[in-house]
C-alpha cells in the first residue's frame, strides 16, 4: 500500500473501509480514484483493469467472444475479492451496480457516485463507441440514454452523489473528501444520539 506523510485527515476516520466509485462509463472514475487513493494514502483498484489482465483481452474483446453474462459473473467474483482487503479506493465497472449481489460487497466500504451528466457523458464518449461493448453498433447518443435511465436508479443508492461540472479532475477529488468527511461526521453525530436515546 502507498504511504505518505501527508494523507488527508479523513484517512484516520474511514478506519480502512473502502471507498468505490460508481457511475457510467466515461464519468472519469479510474482518474478519481488514482487520486484518492494517492490523498489517503490508499492502494488503487481498477476493476475493469483487473479483469482485463485476468483474462488476457479487453472488455470490449470478452464481450464479444463470451458476451454481457461472462463479463457481469468474473466481474462479481474479482468484486468479492477485492471485497475481502481493506485501504483500498476502486473504480468500477459502469454495470457493477446492477446485481444485488455486488451491492453486499459495496455496502460494507462508502460508494459514491460520480455524475457528470448526459451531455458531458456524450462528449465524452462520443469517438469512444468502438472502445465501449455497450455503445458499438448503435447511435450512440440513444445508447447513452437507454443505459443511463436503467442505472440510474442503481446509481441513487451510493452513499454520496458527487455531481461534476467543470471543476478540474483534482477539484473533484477534493470535493469528494470534503463530502466524505461531513457524512462520517453525520454518522457518528447519528450513533451518539441513538446512544444517548438508549
Known amino acids: 500500500m502507498a504511504t505518505s506523510s501527508k494523507f488527508h485527515p479523513i484517512r484516520e476516520k474511514l ?13 472519469g472514475k479510474s482518474t478519481t480514484a488514482d487520486l484518492l487513493a494517492k490523498r489517503l494514502a490508499y492502494s488503487f483498484i481498477d476493476t475493469d483493469a483487473l479483469i482485463e489482465k485476468l483474462v488476457g483481452m479487453t472488455i470490449s474483446q470478452f464481450f464479444t467472444k463470451e458476451g454481457e453474462g461472462n463479463f457481469r459473473k468474473i466481474e462479481a467474483q474479482v468484486l468479492q475479492t477485492i471485497g475481502q482487503r481493506h485501504s483500498l479506493v476502486v473504480a468500477t465497472g459502469g454495470g457493477i451496480v446492477t446485481s444485488p449481489k455486488n451491492w453486499g460487497v459495496l455496502h460494507q466500504g462508502i460508494v459514491v ?23 458499438k453498433g448503435a447511435n450512440t447518443a440513444n445508447k447513452l440514454d437507454g443505459i443511463l435511465s436503467e442505472r440510474k436508479p442503481f446509481y441513487s443508492e451510493a452513499d454520496l452523489h458527487q455531481v461534476i461540472g467543470n471543476e478540474t479532475k483534482e477539484e473533484v477529488a477534493e470535493n469528494i473528501l470534503e463530502d466524505l468527511a461531513s457524512t462520517i461526521k453525520s454518522s457518528e453525530d447519528l450513533t451518539e444520539l441513538r446512544t444517548i436515546e438508549e
Not at 114 to 134: C, F
Request: avoid cysteine; hydrophobic fraction near 35%.
Open 15 to 27: 478506519q480502512g473501509r473502502n471507498i468505490y466509485l460508481v457511475g457510467m462509463m466515461g464519468s
Open 113 to 135: 457516485w460520480l455524475d457528470p451528466g448526459r451531455e458531458q457523458l456524450l462528449a465524452r464518449l462520443q469517438d469512444e463507441s468502438e472502445k465501449r461493448p455497450l455503445l
